[in-house]
Structures are given as structure tokens and as C-alpha cells.
């Protein structure tokens, strides 16, 4: 099985930062993509940030020029750090991978995190 478990989430106030970890395991035989989401109680999950292969990173608006994304390739892993934090930050962040599979090297699939909380106090 292919699993992303993502850290680094928690409780941080205004203006303050804080960096997320994903780490993707299992079956991989490569990674074509790997992003951030976050979903506010009652609003619709939205792109943070994302990262294809070969491609710049792109950002959503809101959080441009305050957070950064990087991957390390060579370990499967995907970070995220924000600075400059905003109440309007606070969501469950989830991590996103589009990946293809060892056993199934035809397809690519995505693939999601269970989510960490990140909160932001005024």
C-alpha cells in the first residue's frame, strides 16, 4: 500500500510560522506531483501550494509570498513552510501526491493524507 502521513501542524498565533512534513511510502515506482490543501469548517477544500515535476511551484493567492514549498525527490517527501500566519490559515492541511505504482506502472492515482490541524490565534 502507498501512504502520506503528514506533521508539523499545531497551534501558532498571528504573524507567527510553522512547517508541514509529508512523507509518501509504500509501492512507489515515481512521483509526478505533490501539493498542500487545507479545508476550513464549512468552506470547500482549496490548493495551498503544489509542485510538478519539472514545473514551478504554483501557489494559491492568498498564501503567495508567505509560504514556500519544496520536495526532496531522492526521499518522497514534500514541506511546506508558512510564514506570516493569518487567522484565515486556519484549516486541516492535507497532502496530496500523484503518483505511479510499482505493481501498476500503466496509471498514475492520487493519493491523500489524513490531514493536520493548523490553527492560528489573534
Known amino acids: 500500500q502507498v501512504q502520506l502521513v503528514e506533521s508539523g501542524g499545531g497551534l501558532v498565533q498571528a504573524g507567527g510560522s510553522l512547517r508541514l512534513s509529508c512523507a509518501a511510502s509504500g509501492s512507489i515506482f515515481s512521483i509526478n506531483a505533490m501539493g498542500w490543501y487545507r479545508q476550513a469548517p464549512g468552506k470547500q477544500r482549496e490548493l495551498v501550494a503544489r509542485?510538478?515535476?519539472?514545473?514551478?511551484?504554483n501557489y494559491s493567492d492568498s498564501v503567495k509570498g508567505r509560504f514556500t514549498i519544496s520536495r526532496d525527490n531522492a526521499k518522497n517527501t514534500v514541506h511546506l513552510q508558512m510564514n506570516s500566519l493569518k487567522p484565515d490559515d486556519t484549516a486541516v492541511y492535507y497532502c496530496?501526491?500523484?503518483?505511479?505504482?510499482?505493481?501498476?506502472?500503466?496509471?498514475?492515482?492520487?493519493?491523500w493524507g489524513q490531514g493536520t490541524q493548523v490553527t492560528v490565534s489573534s
Open positions: 496530496n501526491a500523484n503518483l505511479v505504482r510499482t505493481d501498476y506502472t500503466g496509471s498514475s492515482f492520487n493519493y
Open positions: 509542485v510538478t515535476s519539472g514545473f514551478s511551484p
